[in-house]
């Protein structure tokens, strides 16, 4: 189990591995990326094992994969590394997941997305909020006749930083999207699942 | 029975005979060999009870007075055969009632599979009458989980029920099942689980870590090895003893690895643990390498982590990778099954012996002898005491009876006290430390271990708590025995009570009813010892009885257990006295 579950989560240690010891009890943000089976009710058994440790999730995304029937679970917390570690060990056993790793944020490419919900005057009066949405690399969803909705995709401090600029405006609404990862893992996901099926039929030497 | 009922299966696949959901069931636990379970009807399981009925020669159901009744005695069958308990309750509160046992399956690895029946699957979520959410009850305390809404899952579901709960490290399993998919027919085809793909129970053997394991070993001039349950679940005890002679090393054992070695063995150093023995507690602080095998460093067995055996390497040896580095961080882990690291390890290590390491050993319990274990298992006059009580009988069943034990301070004794010689003797609950486990637990493991003599032994708190089950093991003629230490305390937390607490002794004297006269009730012969002179022919008594038999002893009531590593100290800062 530890061999292919945890293989991913091996090379990732590696690459930081001067700094575990130093680093081990430091908070920060770590992204646990989770593929499962797609079964009803594994979001529970995955979220309990956060609950239990009393670590609060700061994005959670699940999303299908290249793979039929697969799904990916992407969290975003902010623990230390040792507690990350124990937690992704914890989601491992879970029957239905495939495989649990934890990454820092050098090791992923990530995503999140953004919508601001603005009322419509304040684009029909100067173009201040126009030249922010071009300025800032964002667009506009929707235009009803009393609100737009602004789209903008970025990392968290950009979508904040967007947020803060129309505040002056009156931000109707606000939400952003969990964060979404891919890793720079060069391993293909049929691959690592072909990998899991052999593993799963060792059978003890008695 | 298994070409009877190969064939009855042949015959209806044949036929293109349908079967009912509830059906399904029954012939799927006919399928993995099951022969007893435990259980309490109700509404929603219903069908399955009535399907039951057609097959009650085959399927043995022994129906128990409460649910956690049921799944207790399903641990104690699991834990003394090796096979997965199986018990079944009804919807709501039969389903909740199941709960406190699963918990103590989970964290006592014990394997089983329960089956909880479900109101319909149009009527989930409306509150229905007997609706609870047992899926989401139980999410944290089994290893899987699943409800049935369809037929047609059935038999599958239940075959990877049993492969999960059996294999890797077990535990238990809830299958919650629908009275619709109970009612509705299908074909009926049984396949045995064999893999999942996303489920890896046995770890692939790396052999560069067997030679760093073996490598450490065998650099090591003060070794001690700590032997867990994972050995006895391993079925690795030959494997354990031939590594152990080999290599030498002095061997002790957790709560639950208790049975997997001789403890009358040379190389047997004792108990681990908050009332373990004195060596064995204060040793760890002095080896230089601490081999760990099939246990998890329990806050009980460590004490203080931040003082705990920081002078030496660490090599664990351990089926579960989340258990590696959880507690204590390792030098070498090997991820692996005890049986197998075991046979390869044997090969690897020079054969050597460790006078001087051992004497050491000696030399602690020799003081323990003289401070504590004279005085509670040879009291002379005075009250009697537990130790003593618990001595006799390890005495008189030569240690070769399986002991099913409550928790508390007659549970402490009997791990101290009681001298196990074969394997899988040892039940008790561990982890979760729930009273009230013992009684069915105990006629558990005697239908588990039918050739066996089974003995509870019990505080007077524990056996009130499932007292109820007296009547399951007279229903059932269960020949269990049954010893009830009492000393109208909750012992246990009166001597904390003593120790941390200046004496306030809040809520643990127990006014307690006379336990013959109830028990006489059921028709289970009842006696009660209150002079030493009757001990040893009451335990005599109880010994030669065909039937299931009670003795009740009267206990010193203010009697602590010693040694003592208090909560959260040191090891090495324990207590004689």
């Not at chain 2, 005979?17 to 509404?43: H, M, R, W």
């Not at chain 2, 399955?48 to 022994?62: F, G, M, P, S, V």
């Not at chain 2, 269990?480 to 643990?508: A, C």
Request: aromatic fraction near 8%; proline fraction near 3%.
């Amino acid at each position: 189990m530890q061999d292919k579950k945890n293989d991913q989560t091996a090379v990732q240690s590696t690459t930081v591995n001067g700094s575990v010891a130093a680093d081990s009890n430091q908070e920060k943000l770590f992204t646990i990326s989770v593929l499962t089976e797609n079964k009803s009710g594994l979001l529970n058994g995955v979220t309990i094992v956060f609950t239990r440790r009393k670590v609060n999730i700061e994005s959670i995304n699940v999303s299908i994969t290249e793979v039929e029937g697969v799904s990916r679970y992407t969290i975003l917390v902010k623990c230390s590394k040792e507690v990350a570690e124990k937690i992704v060990k914890q989601i491992r056993k879970l029957v239905e997941v495939l495989g649990a790793f934890v990454y820092d944020q050098e090791e992923i490419h990530y995503q999140e997305l953004a919508l601001y919900k603005v009322q419509t005057k304040h684009i029909m009066n100067g173009n201040k909020v126009e030249s922010l949405v071009r300025n800032n690399g964002a667009r506009i969803l929707v235009i009803e006749s009393d609100y737009i909705v602004i789209e903008k995709t970025g990392h968290m401090h950009e979508t904040h930083e967007m947020f803060e600029k129309l505040k002056p405006f009156g931000v109707l609404e606000f939400v952003r999207s969990g964060r979404i990862a891919i890793s720079k893992s060069k391993r293909e996901t049929t691959t690592f699942l072909k990998e899991l099926e052999e593993a799963s039929k060792i059978k003890i030497n008695k | 029975m298994e070409t009877l009922l190969a064939k009855e299966i042949q015959k209806k696949v044949n036929n293109n005979q349908k079967v009912t959901g509830a059906e399904a069931v029954i012939l799927s636990l006919l399928c993995e060999g099951v022969d007893v379970i435990f259980g309490y009807p109700g509404g929603a399981i219903m069908p399955i009870y009535d399907a039951l009925y057609q097959y009650r020669e085959e399927l043995h159901h022994i129906l128990v007075r409460h649910e956690q009744g049921a799944v207790h005695a399903a641990q104690g069958f699991a834990r003394v055969s090796g096979r997965v308990g199986v018990c079944m309750a009804t919807s709501g509160p039969g389903a909740t009632n199941l709960i406190t046992g699963i918990a103590d399956a989970k964290i006592d690895s014990t394997p089983l599979v329960c089956i909880t029946g479900q109101v319909a699957s149009h009527l989930l979520g409306t509150d229905a009458f007997q609706e609870t959410d047992v899926i989401g009850i139980s999410m944290p305390v089994t290893k899987w989980n699943y409800q049935v809404t369809t037929v047609e899952e059935i038999p599958e579901v239940i075959a990877k029920a049993f492969y999960i709960a059996h294999s890797g490290r077990p535990g238990p399993v809830l299958i919650d099942i629908t009275k619709d998919a109970q009612f509705a027919e299908c074909e009926f085809k049984y396949k045995k689980c064999e893999n999942i793909r996303s489920y890896h129970p046995v770890p692939k053997i790396n052999h560069d870590h067997i030679q760093q394991a073996a490598d450490l070993i065998n650099q090591a001039e003060r070794p001690y090895m700590l032997i867990g349950q994972g050995v006895i679940l391993s079925e690795a005890e030959k494997e354990l003893k031939t590594f152990v002679e080999k290599s030498g090393i002095p061997v002790a054992s957790t709560l639950l690895g208790l049975s997997a070695f001789p403890p009358d063995h040379e190389l047997y150093v004792g108990y681990l643990g908050m009332h373990g023995n004195y060596g064995a507690n204060i040793l760890t602080n002095e080896c230089d390498v601490l081999i760990a095998i099939g246990m998890r460093f329990d806050d009980r067995v460590t004490g203080d982590l931040s003082t705990y055996a920081k002078q030496a390497k660490v090599l664990h040896i351990e089926i579960d990778p989340s258990e590696i580095d959880k507690n204590i961080k390792t030098d070498v882990a090997v991820n692996a099954d005890a049986k197998e690291a075991l046979a390869l390890l044997t090969e690897k290590v020079n054969a050597r012996t460790f006078p001087d390491w051992l004497a050491k050993f000696r030399d602690c319990d020799k003081l323990e002898t003289e401070k504590v274990i004279n005085n509670h298992i040879h009291p002379g006059d005075g009250a009697m005491k537990m130790g003593e009580v618990i001595h006799l009988i390890s005495e008189k069943t030569k240690g070769e009876a399986v002991i099913v034990t409550d928790v508390g301070q007659h549970q402490m004794s009997t791990s101290r006290y009681y001298k196990f010689r074969s394997g899988k003797s040892n039940v008790t609950s561990g982890g979760l430390g729930t009273m009230g486990f013992a009684l069915p637990a105990a006629f558990g493991a005697k239908l588990g271990a039918p050739d066996r003599e089974v003995i509870a032994i019990i505080g007077d708190g524990g056996f009130q708590m499932t007292l109820q089950e007296l009547g399951s093991i007279f229903q059932h003629k269960v020949p269990v025995k049954i010893v009830v230490l009492n000393n109208n305390f909750l012992g246990m937390v009166r001597q904390w009570q003593q120790l941390f607490f200046e004496k306030r002794y809040s809520s643990t004297e127990m006014v307690n009813p006379d336990f013959t006269t109830i028990v006489s009730g059921y028709d289970i012969t009842a006696k009660k010892v209150t002079e030493r002179e009757k001990l040893s022919e009451t335990i005599d008594e109880m010994l030669a009885h065909q039937g299931p038999y009670f003795m009740e002893v009267v206990v010193e009531k203010e009697e602590n257990v010693f040694p003592m590593v208090p909560s959260g100290a040191c090891v090495t800062e324990i207590r004689l006295e």
